[in-house]
């Protein structure tokens, strides 16, 4: 065992930005065996574990650090698996200093445990040694349909088998995983590697997936339920429309969404360079926002061999991505315009993108959101070069599924209405979580909605 500073992480090895930067392999490394549990020497094993309550789906945090300690790999697996069926995903996308390491008691005097990297360890090495979960002892009778394979829907099914129900999942693509698959780029979230892996533990505990189902065109809920015999329904569908500004050339070549673009690289394979299904790289791209979301598509057209500036309204304290992705896109050589406003995308003769024309910003008075609100500065629009515009300004949910399925209730966002507790819809049997009911959110929340769900579905069943 190393010389442990207390009050500082155990640093993690990641790939250097000057070379990460031409390649899509993953940007962080991992710890080693050694490193894990020289970090996991640092959890203090509070009596009161703040970290377990900053989880939104509760995993036992401190005992399975302590397994991580002395080296129990299946023991940790296990603690973690009664809470989670995706923890190599969530210990590598889980906004963790906002969560679990945010209210972390060591990180009151210096640096948090890194739960996310002990967590990310103890996946991947059970997954190198074979680990599986544990699947239910006894069947029930009854059948749930599943719709959507992302986060919420994968928890919602996998939590739903191990309690011995017969679960299918509708999936829309040809490919299960929501955007975990066809959003988060490979260098964050390695899909061969980590996601299908997970998909397989979910189908190994006895959940069918059936792909290229578009549930409101394939079949309607209401025949899923009626000629079909399911029992109940979760709806785990997400928030894939994308929005735009509604500024003039919007509309022109050259213009994404950065739905369309991550889904090209990441689904597609666009990244690869025998693709069938190759994307358009620009010299210099121009990517509007400053969520996670932006970062990803900046990044993914940076090592596509494209110039990448990222365009956002407010100042660096607002933007909503995560730090470490600030940081990484940062190192790795994106230009932040930051406090500027696109007001049109202009094109050349033939319709192809070749500028966007901004105002510059400036902080005023704070808006419903807490937030300083951003007021233009009198006089300000300048031009900035650029043949590719990527826009990602958020997502909200397709309308297709409460719009073909009776007296299923929808806000005026189009999310579907559900209870907090367990997501029970306005339809007796059908239940809904993730970014379908929130709008777009989080891996981690979607998951949490998923386990509700299944336990409310659990609870209905039994009646
Ligand atoms: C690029 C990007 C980066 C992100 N980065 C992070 C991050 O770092 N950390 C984090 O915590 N969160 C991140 N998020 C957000 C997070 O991925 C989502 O909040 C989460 O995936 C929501 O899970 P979900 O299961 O509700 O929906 P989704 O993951 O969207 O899955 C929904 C699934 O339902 C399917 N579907 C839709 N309609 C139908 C239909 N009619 N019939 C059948 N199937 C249907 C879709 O094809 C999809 O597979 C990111 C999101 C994006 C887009
Ligand atoms: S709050 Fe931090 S130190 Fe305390 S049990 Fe959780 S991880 Fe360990």
Redesign the pocket.
């Known amino acids: 065992m190393g010389q442990v500073d207390m009050m500082k992480k155990v640093p993690v090895s990641e790939q250097p930005a000057a070379e990460r930067a031409h390649n899509f392999q993953e940007v962080c490394l991992g710890y080693t065996r050694e490193e894990a549990m020289d970090e996991a020497t640092r959890c203090l094993n509070c009596k009161n574990p703040r970290c377990v309550s900053g989880c939104p789906v509760s995993i036992d945090i401190p005992s399975f650090i302590m397994q991580v300690k002395e080296g129990n790999v299946q023991e940790a697996y296990d603690i973690i698996s009664l809470s989670s069926s995706l923890p190599a995903v969530c210990g590598r996308?889980?906004?963790q200093e906002t969560q679990c390491e945010g209210v972390c008691v060591r990180g009151i005097k210096g640096e948090p445990v890194s739960i996310g990297k002990l967590e990310r360890f103890v996946a991947d090495t059970a997954r190198e040694m074979g680990i599986v979960p544990k699947g239910a002892d006894e069947k029930k009778n009854k059948k749930v349909a599943v719709?959507?394979?992302?986060?919420?829907?994968l928890t919602c099914a996998g939590d739903l088998a191990k309690k011995g129900y017969a679960v299918t999942i509708?999936?829309?693509?040809h490919k299960?995983?929501?955007?975990?698959?066809?959003?988060?780029p490979e260098f964050?979230l390695p899909k061969e590697a980590v996601v299908e892996k997970e998909i397989e533990n979910v189908k190994a505990l006895g959940v069918e997936i059936i792909t290229d189902?578009?549930?409101?065109?394939t079949a309607t809920i209401d025949s899923l339920m009626e000629d079909e015999g399911f029992d109940a329904v979760f709806i785990?569908?997400?928030?894939?429309l994308p929005k735009f500004m509604g500024i003039p050339g919007e509309q022109a070549l050259g213009v994404f969404s950065?739905?369309e673009y991550?889904t090209r690289s990441n689904l597609m394979g666009a990244f690869k360079e025998d693709s069938r299904t190759p994307i358009m790289v620009g010299k210099k791209t121009v990517v509007v926002g400053g969520g996670?979301?932006a970062m990803?598509?900046a990044r993914t057209a940076l090592r596509l061999g494209s110039e990448v500036t990222i365009v956002y309204r407010r100042s660096e304290e607002e933007l909503p991505a995560?730090v470490e992705?600030v940081h990484h896109a940062k190192e790795e050589g994106i230009i932040f315009n930051l406090l500027t406003n696109p007001v049109e995308i202009t094109t050349n003769e033939e319709g192809w993108v070749n500028g966007i024309d901004c105002i510059r910003m400036e902080l005023g008075e704070p808006d419903a959101s807490g937030r300083r609100r951003p007021v233009e500065i009198p006089d300000s629009r300048f031009h900035i070069e650029c043949d590719t515009v990527i826009m990602s300004l958020g997502?909200s949910p397709?309308p297709?599924?409460h719009t073909t399925t009776d007296h299923l209730d929808a806000d005026k966002h189009g999310c579907i209405i559900a209870t907090e507790d367990v997501g029970l819809t306005s339809r007796e049997g059908v239940y809904a979580?993730?970014?379908?009911v929130t709008g777009?959110?989080?891996?981690?929340?979607?998951m949490g909605a998923?386990k509700a769900a299944a336990a409310g579905i659990d609870a209905y069943l039994s009646k």
Request: proline share 5%.
């Open positions: 996308v889980c906004p719709i959507g394979a992302g986060p919420a829907g509708f999936e829309a693509l299960p995983g929501g955007v975990l698959m066809y959003g988060i964050r189902f578009v549930v409101g065109r785990g569908s997400g928030a894939g950065a739905n991550l996670n979301v990803d598509a995560r992705e997502t397709n297709l599924i979580g993730g970014d379908a777009a959110a989080t891996v981690i929340l979607a998923g």
